[in-house]
Nanobody
């Protein structure tokens, strides 16, 4: 089993930057893909950025060129550097991980990101 703990959410002005971090514990050697999802009020949860165990990353069109996902193998975690933030980025952001061999999905508790002037 895997546990995910997130940090780094907060309130920023449009055009500002924020970095989210997620640390995994438990059976960390079974983890394949890690990433970040978000859910805004009245909207469905959507994928923001993911990175596979082979190092391949994928971004939502709305964040390409602004967000960067990084995998930290030593600390068994993943981070999301968010630049040029927009009000439409406001959402609860969730850390995600899945495992290989036996496919299972895990979620963090979520952290609030608010972009407002």
């Amino acid at each position: 089993q895997v546990q995910l703990v997130e940090s780094g959410g907060g309130l920023v002005q449009p055009g500002g930057s924020l970095k989210l971090s997620c640390e995994a514990s438990g059976n960390i050697f079974s983890i394949n893909t890690m990433g970040w999802y978000r859910q805004a009020p009245g909207k469905e949860r959507e994928s923001v950025a993911t990175v596979t165990g082979l190092g391949n990353s994928n971004y939502a069109d709305s964040v390409k060129g602004r967000f960067t996902i990084s995998r930290d193998d030593i600390k068994s975690g993943v981070s999301l550097q968010m630049n040029s933030l927009k009000p439409e980025d406001t959402a609860i952001y969730y850390c995600y991980a899945d495992t290989r061999s036996v496919m299972r999905q895990y979620w963090g508790q979520g952290t609030q990101v608010t972009v407002s002037s």
